[in-house]
C-alpha cells in the first residue's frame, strides 16, 4: 500500500491557484519531513517545499516563497502545498516526498508519492 498518495494537481491558467494534497501514512506523518518535489519537461527534479513532522519548520524554495504555502493537517495525517499566482513556469509532475531532515536535494529524499501533474496555461 502507498504510504504517499498525492492529489490536486490540474489544470490552471497563470494567476490561478490550485492546493495539493498528500494523505500520508501515521508512520511517515509522525517522523519524517513530509514535503513536495517537482519536475517540469525536460528538467530534473527540484526541491519545492517540506515541513518538519511538528509542523514547527518549513521551508519554501525561493523562487516560490511567498507564493507557496506548506501546512499540514494532523487529524488527517496529511500535508498540503497551496499554490497561488501560479506562473507557467511552475508546470511540472509534482511528488509528495519524504525525508530524515531537510534537504534541498530530491535524491535525499527517501519515500515518493506517484505525483500529480499541474499544468499553468499562459
Known amino acids: 500500500q502507498a504510504e504517499l498518495v498525492e492529489s490536486g494537481g490540474g489544470l490552471v491558467q497563470a494567476g490561478g491557484s490550485l492546493t495539493l494534497s498528500c494523505a500520508a501514512s501515521a508512520r511517515l506523518f509522525n517522523n519524517l519531513y513530509i514535503g513536495w518535489i517537482r519536475q517540469a519537461p525536460g528538467k530534473e527534479r527540484e526541491f519545492v517545499a517540506t515541513?518538519?513532522?511538528?509542523?514547527?519548520?518549513?521551508v519554501v524554495r525561493e523562487s516560490v516563497n511567498g507564493r507557496f504555502r506548506i501546512y499540514r493537517d494532523n487529524a488527517k495525517n496529511t500535508v498540503f502545498l497551496h499554490m497561488n499566482n501560479l506562473q507557467p513556469e511552475d508546470t511540472g509532475v509534482y511528488y509528495c516526498?519524504?525525508?530524515?531532515?531537510?534537504?534541498?536535494?530530491?535524491?535525499?529524499?527517501?519515500?515518493w508519492g506517484q505525483g500529480t501533474q499541474v499544468t499553468v496555461s499562459p
Open positions: 515541513l518538519s513532522e511538528d509542523g514547527g519548520r518549513a
Open positions: 516526498a519524504a525525508s530524515e531532515g531537510y534537504y534541498s536535494d530530491p535524491n535525499q529524499y527517501d519515500y
